[in-house]
């Protein structure tokens, strides 16, 4: 047969034979009693969600919508106070329906919604034309703060975009270490101004607005008025402030219906007081009961909304303002059912708390919702006059401070197992290509990880093999040759010896006798690193390699070399007994030229055979020489991959190695074809 048309053959063969253990590979791993082998694909840790996603990604099931006319869609808010849902469905004759619910989210007791109070503002320094001015802000906050900032309005005018308007400047403050109160959460700021200019009418009055920002993103303002004419303050607006309880970190903060003790000071004029609503439209008009030269207010205001409030003075066109949060009390509304007949009928519209992270809804959930880590599931049924689903649902949700959002409700989906026939062509399909899926442990494909551990497994147990094969088959030669002979009776005592110990064994001899008696070599690793942990280059790295392969390459040297040693020695006895080395003899030939060229040759049919079987060993690495000598290879990665349960690296490493001891075989026959002329391809 010519080798083209036996390797086509062969090729062919080697195909069928794969398949055969891919097919026995998906009946151990997949066709497993109830949901078994789906369980080996997931991790403890894992979400319900990425379950499903992995169920899907290796062929255990598809997305189907989930049965009935179920809608959801998921919601995180992003400030407290009363959210409103208005929940449309369009029908297929272009009807429309709609109803409304809302619902509360309130403020954490640990977490920090309180503007920072502006405890003073002013100049330190005399203002001049022509000059830059100095500024300070104190300012206290149970935090700590992000920054502050300043904006200057100057009298004179400047042309922006062709049209003259008042010069403005802002500039952060910058804070004063040794001035700073850490103990009592008080903080001092300064800053210059640029040279300040008139204006072209001869006006001297410039405004400054202080912004003062914590970590939690609360805004505080103040403001003031100076006259470079004079040098004086003529406006000032500060020391706003809510009287809310704040202990440790937890914060007791009112409810509807609550009182709060506001407080801000004022001077240069009549100013007045109000509380902005959290939609940023309405307001509470305060006034004062009793006030006085600073033009104090302190007084009570009875909150009437939920949500973030801000208590605000104005004088003189200038503002101030102060935020804090307001809570609510009220109940969960019940779900909402359309009271209609008309189609599209809407009903079952109601909110509910989701774990975030699993989606699942959280039983008997504080209500109301609480802002921390806080995402809504708004649920709605929507059927068209025929019964079926509506095909698109929107829900408009209105946030406390007026601004909209608005979102189509999904149909939920659902995994839906797949047959025991869907799953085998999805199966061949994927480990045809080498698509192993995505390993737990590494979060990479696992082909990947696995030509990550091939090179050192290759080169460990690729030079054991060869080293001991040629030693194993020049020895077991000698040996046959000079039978009866004290050399075989030695041989075959030391190499039984060696066969028969274990390699766990071994390998803990070589080290304690080589690394913890003599030193000579490190205990474990594949090298190629500095003491330092630095990669090493060239020879340094060569020889650092050597040093570290070499006990684990001796102990697999020798163990390998005992086997092949009595398998050699047996398959030359069976030869040299036959016709064609009497036939050798007789000619005259050299001893030399009998042993290897006739009877060495043809013995070495087994052994090729048993190397080929070998082969799969230089990629699947001996588990146990490779974990205790910490080689970075493919033993490990199976040791590992076994122990964290990381199902896909395990799988496509078998995988790996049945196709290289096929590969082996068909290697195999081609060495026979060779060493034996009886032998046809």
């Known amino acids: 047969m010519k080798l083209r048309t036996y390797l086509v053959k062969r090729t062919i063969h080697m195909m069928i034979t794969l398949l055969i253990v891919l097919v026995l590979l998906f009946v151990l791993y997949r066709m497993m009693p109830g949901n078994a082998a789906a369980q080996m694909m ?3 840790m894992m979400t319900e969600n990425e379950i499903n996603l992995v169920l899907v990604r290796y062929g255990f099931g598809r997305w189907v919508d989930y049965p009935g006319e179920y809608k959801v869609t998921n919601y995180q808010p992003s400030d407290i106070g009363t959210y409103n849902v208005m929940v449309t469905a369009t029908g297929d004759d272009d009807q429309t329906d709609s109803f409304e619910t809302q619902f509360d989210v309130n403020a954490p007791e640990g977490v920090d919604l309180i503007a920072p109070q502006i405890l003073d503002i002013g100049l ?5 034309i022509g ?3 100095e500024l300070y802000l ?3 906050d149970e935090g ?6 300043v904006t200057m309005t100057a009298p004179n005018h400047v042309v922006v975009d062709d049209e003259a308007v008042q010069y403005t400047e802002s500039f952060d403050l910058s804070q004063i270490a040794n001035m700073t109160d850490e103990t009592n959460k008080i903080y001092y700021y300064t800053g210059t101004t640029s040279d300040l200019v008139l204006g072209e009418d001869g006006s001297s009055d410039f405004q400054l607005v202080f912004e003062v920002e914590d970590r939690g993103w609360n805004m505080a303002t103040a403001a003031m008025e100076f006259d470079t004419s004079t040098g004086l303050e003529t406006v000032k607006l500060w020391n706003l402030s809510a ?6 970190g937890i914060y007791t903060y009112p409810e509807i219906g609550d009182s709060v003790s506001l407080y801000s000071m004022a001077t240069g004029g009549t100013p007045t007081f109000s509380v902005l609503m959290p939609n940023l439209e309405d307001t509470d008009s305060l006034s004062m009961t009793g006030p006085s030269a600073m033009n104090e207010f302190d007084d009570n205001y009875v909150t009437t909304d939920n949500g973030l409030m801000m208590f605000q003075v104005e004088m003189n066109g200038l503002h101030a303002g102060f935020t804090f949060p307001v809570n609510s009390a009220r109940a969960m509304p019940d779900a909402v059912d359309d009271d209609d007949s008309t189609y599209p009928l809407l009903s079952d519209l109601h909110v509910i708390a989701i774990n975030s992270g699993t989606g699942v809804e959280i039983p008997d959930a504080d209500y109301p919702f609480l802002l921390s880590d806080l995402k809504l599931q708004i649920n709605a049924t929507a059927l068209n006059s025929d019964d079926s689903r509506c095909a698109e649902v929107i829900a408009l949700i209105v946030r406390p401070d007026g601004t909209s959002t608005e979102t189509s409700l999904s149909h939920p989906r659902i995994v839906e197992m797949r047959t025991m026939a869907e799953q085998f062509v999805i199966y ?21 990880v696995l030509l990550e551990r091939v090179p050192s497994t290759a080169l460990l147990f690729g030079t054991a093999l060869v080293l001991s094969y040629v030693v194993g088959i020049s020895v077991g030669v000698l040996v046959a040759w000079r039978r009866g002979t004290v050399f075989e009776m030695g041989t075959i005592i030391t190499t039984l010896f060696f066969y028969s110990m274990p390699i766990f064994w071994f390998a803990l001899i070589m080290q304690w006798i080589f690394y913890s008696q003599l030193g000579w070599f490190p205990l474990g690793g594949v090298g190629g690193i500095s003491p330092e942990g630095d990669p090493l280059h060239g020879l340094e790295w060569f020889s650092d390699i050597l040093w570290h392969l070499a006990m684990p390459l001796v102990t697999l040297m020798i163990l390998g070399l005992a086997g092949n040693i009595l398998l050699m020695r047996s398959a030359m006895l069976e030869v040299i007994g036959e016709d064609f080395t009497v036939t050798a003899k007789a000619k005259g030939l050299k001893e030399r030229t009998v042993i290897y060229k006739h009877v060495a040759r043809n013995a070495m049919l087994p052994v090729v055979t048993a190397m080929a079987m070998s082969i799969g060993g230089i990629i699947s690495g001996g588990v146990l020489t490779e974990t205790i000598f910490s080689w970075y290879g493919m033993g490990t990665l199976l040791i590992e991959g076994t122990l964290t349960k990381d199902f896909p690296v395990v799988q496509g490493a078998f ?3 049945a196709l290289i001891t096929i590969l082996g075989n068909m290697m195999a026959d081609m060495l026979y074809a060779w060493l034996d002329p009886r032998v046809q391809l």
Do not use: C
């Open 428 to 448: 061949m399909k994927t480990m045809l290509v080498f698509d192993f899926g995505t390993s737990y442990m590494y979060q990479r494909p696992s082909w990947e």
């Open 131 to 133: 000059d830059g001015l």
């Open 655 to 657: 995988y790996v190695l």
């Open 138 to 140: 104190m300012v206290h």
């Open 243 to 248: 009287d809310i309880l704040v202990s440790d």
């Open 144 to 149: 700590s703060l992000r920054g502050a900032e």
């Open 42 to 44: 997931m991790n403890p």
């Open 124 to 128: 330190l320094s005399t203002p001049t």
